[in-house]
């Protein structure tokens, strides 16, 4: 993607590649919606792009069985074992400073 969409046009996008996979899988927005769990409506809107809510979006795609397009919106964080630092536990208290030999007291 070189240009940034914005969200009215990633709202038709997403409605123009939802209503393509119902098609691929010969589902009419009927069977879909009744699979769904969503009114014809509201799977109406999203395949339009003319709003939609999350909960409408989540049924659909995993109706369609895409639930990886949700998952990678947002993918489940893991460490880096190269980020961690040895762990040296926190301190409790200073320690005095030892002296040198050559001081004195």
Same mark, same amino acid.
């Given at each position: 993607m070189d240009t940034a969409l914005s969200a009215e046009e990633l709202e038709v996008t997403i409605g123009?590649? =939802?209503k393509s996979l119902r098609l691929q899988k010969n589902l009419t927005r009927d069977s879909l919606a009744a699979h769904a769990g969503v009114s014809l409506s509201a799977l109406r809107h999203l395949e339009s792009g003319s709003g939609s809510n999350l909960t409408t979006l989540v049924r659909i795609a995993r109706a369609l069985d895409k639930q990886d397009w949700l998952?990678?919106?947002?993918?489940? =964080?893991?460490l880096n074992p190269l980020h961690m630092v040895p762990s040296q536990g926190l301190r409790?208290?200073?320690?005095?400073r030892k002296k040198d030999h050559g001081e004195q007291k």
């Open positions: 123009e590649n =939802i998952l990678s919106v947002a993918p489940r =964080i893991t409790q208290r200073a320690r005095r």
